[in-house]
């Protein structure tokens, strides 16, 4: 129940296309959800957040599409540029508490310019 | 500048050798995390301070502990490394006040064990 499992495990998307990462979640406890933008040899940084009281969040070029019903949440990167190349990570937190991070296994990016 | 600083970078120790990493933060942060990446997986949640209450997962193996002496400080020690622990190895911090629950993540320790 404390899962939170992520797809594709990699993407490889033309410069100018639409990536799109997907997650989904068990605990119905969870009510933040966060993604995570990591570079090689750097540490994650938060890209984008939601809560589940909107179906959308967009910063940008990123939009977050979350489908409370279905338990699903989604990453969806817009004209996807060489930059973006980075490892992605969905996680999942209960917004009290220890507000731990239960994090997706990852998506490893690659946009070809 | 950095917020959150692992040192080092890179550590190689010996099987059974045990092996101190370190995090430091400068941004008076109240909680700090430690989680451990392994090769494409999601990173796991070891331990963390809530200020200087220290609160350890359940499935985290006696072989890693804790120190956390002050606000900016926080250390891992591993006290008896094996091959399986290999890893990456992430600090983490969080805000205590407030409705913000992002983590700010330093750039994480490598450690191998030969």
């Known amino acids: 129940q404390q899962q939170v499992k992520q797809s594709p495990q990699s993407l490889i998307v033309q410069k100018g296309g639409i990536s799109i990462i997907n997650c989904a979640y068990e605990?119905?406890?969870?009510?933040?959800f966060p993604w995570y933008q990591q570079f090689p040899g750097k540490g994650p940084a938060l890209l984008i957040a939601i809560r589940p009281d909107v179906s959308e969040k967009k910063e940008g070029r990123f939009t977050i599409s979350f489908n409370k019903s279905a338990k699903q949440f989604s990453l969806h990167i817009m004209d996807s540029q060489p930059g973006d190349s980075a490892t992605y990570f969905c996680?999942?937190?209960?917004?009290?508490?220890?507000?731990?991070?239960?994090f997706g296994t990852g998506t490893r990016l690659k946009v070809l310019a | 500048d950095a917020m959150v600083i692992q040192n080092p970078r890179y550590q190689v120790t010996q099987f059974g050798k045990p092996v101190t990493l370190s995090c430091s933060q400068t941004?008076?942060?109240?909680?700090m995390y430690w989680y451990q990446q392994k090769s494409s997986q999601a990173p796991k949640l070891l331990f963390h301070?809530?200020?200087?209450?220290?609160?350890n997962e359940a499935d985290t193996p006696d072989n890693f502990q804790s120190r956390r002496p002050n606000t900016s400080f926080c250390f891992l020690d591993i006290r008896s490394p094996g091959l399986g622990d290999a890893a990456m190895y992430l600090c983490a911090t969080r805000e205590l006040s407030g409705s913000k629950n992002i983590q700010y993540f330093g750039a994480g320790t490598r450690l191998s064990v030969l």
């Open positions: 996680a999942a937190s209960i917004d009290s508490g220890t507000y731990k991070y239960i």
């Open positions: 941004l008076n942060h109240n909680v």
């Open positions: 301070y809530y200020d200087k209450d220290f609160n």
């Open positions: 605990n119905t406890a969870f009510d933040y």
